[in-house]
């Protein structure tokens, strides 16, 4: 029986993971160093999954401890979730996120070489393309990183590439991820920021509507977009988690790399957004536009049909309901 490692499988990505793992009976262990999450967490996935979450409060700078619990849990496989992940902050301080996001990837990666685990399933972002040449992207977009997170996720890729091509004992898989948003249908866990300060548009949204002197900040009104807001491709939260699930069955039996987009296919402005959760929740959300930021771009979606035909992966979730689940979990926390 496959045992999985989850590194930073607290988070809001990981955690939505592991309940999908925990569904078809798959046995796996949490380690997270909680910086961007809550340990809470754990009560609330024990909840859903019916069962004893195995957790360790781990860096995955740490080695010699990533060592000792791959060899006691007999892991045989990993999902690299444990990351920093904000464009902004990783523009205000690029060594942290060199630091943890490769040094952090080389550490485990040296674990699994030393404990002779080989099956790895990344995860990427949608980032590493940079500004768009076209659209939708597939994976045979150029990468051109404009920021140093996308840049950190890239630098990974490259090694875990090279890694599979001068080892072709490795198994490994990325998934370039596009803007997850929504929460668990039991409304247990969702998007939760440690701070109200989140980067991330749903959590702001939700604190604007909470909170009456806050106000979700748009960043740019001028871009090539039908409103002037920017253009993401919003994919729910357990389309995501499920595509890990096709993912890890496809590391199980492919060696070598490969890369995977994950999004819907489809583009929705921030706008688009803020209207559709507005018509969900019946409230109004107070925005202020501003100026742009560096490091953001007009416009990107995805090309999933590569997901769709080698993994049998598909997004079954629209923009409404991304909304609603995400105003159903803020109502209880």
């Known amino acids: 029986m496959k045992n999985i490692l989850l590194t930073g499988g607290l988070g809001y990505i990981g955690s939505h993971t592991a309940s999908v793992l925990a569904e078809k009976n798959l046995k796996f262990f949490i380690l997270d160093n909680l910086t961007n999450c809550r340990f809470e967490i754990i009560k609330s996935l024990e909840e859903i999954t019916n069962q004893k979450i195995s957790f360790l409060k781990v860096d995955i700078r740490d080695t010699k401890k990533l060592i000792e619990i791959i060899e006691k849990n007999k892991i045989s496989s990993v999902i690299h979730f444990a990351a920093l992940k904000s464009v902004e902050d990783s523009i205000n301080d690029p060594i942290k996120y060199y630091e943890v996001n490769i040094g952090g990837t080389i550490s485990l990666l040296n674990a699994m070489k030393i404990t002779g685990v080989r099956e790895i399933l990344f995860s990427s972002s949608a980032t590493v393309y940079g500004d768009p040449k076209y659209l939708p992207i597939d994976e045979k977009h150029i990468t051109n990183a404009i920021n140093p997170y996308g840049n950190s996720k890239l630098i990974v890729e490259k090694i875990l590439s090279e890694l599979s091509k001068l080892d072709k004992s490795w198994s490994i898989t990325s998934l370039r991820y596009f803007n997850p948003i929504g929460a668990h249908p039991s409304t247990l866990i969702g998007d939760l920021p440690t701070t109200t300060k989140s980067k991330n548009l749903m959590p702001n949204i939700i604190n604007s509507i909470k ?10 009104k001028d871009y090539d977009t039908p409103d002037g807001t920017g253009v993401r491709d919003y994919i729910h939260i357990m389309d995501l988690a499920n595509a890990h699930l096709k993912a890890l069955n496809f590391v199980n039996k492919s060696k070598g790399f490969h890369v995977f987009n994950i999004g819907t296919g489809k583009g929705y402005s921030v706008l688009e957004l803020i209207n559709t959760f507005e018509k969900v929740s019946g409230l109004k959300v107070p925005i202020n536009f501003v100026g742009r ?9 995805a090309d999933p049909s590569k997901a769709n035909n080698v993994l049998g992966w598909y997004s079954d979730f629209n923009l409404k309901d991304m909304c609603l689940s995400s105003w159903e979990f803020s109502k209880i926390n």
Not at 211 to 218: D, G, R, T
Not at 293 to 300: A, L, T, V, Y
């Open 293 to 301: 930021r560096d490091g953001d771009i007009s416009e990107c979606y």
């Open 211 to 220: 909170n009456a002197n806050s106000k979700v900040n748009i960043f740019g």
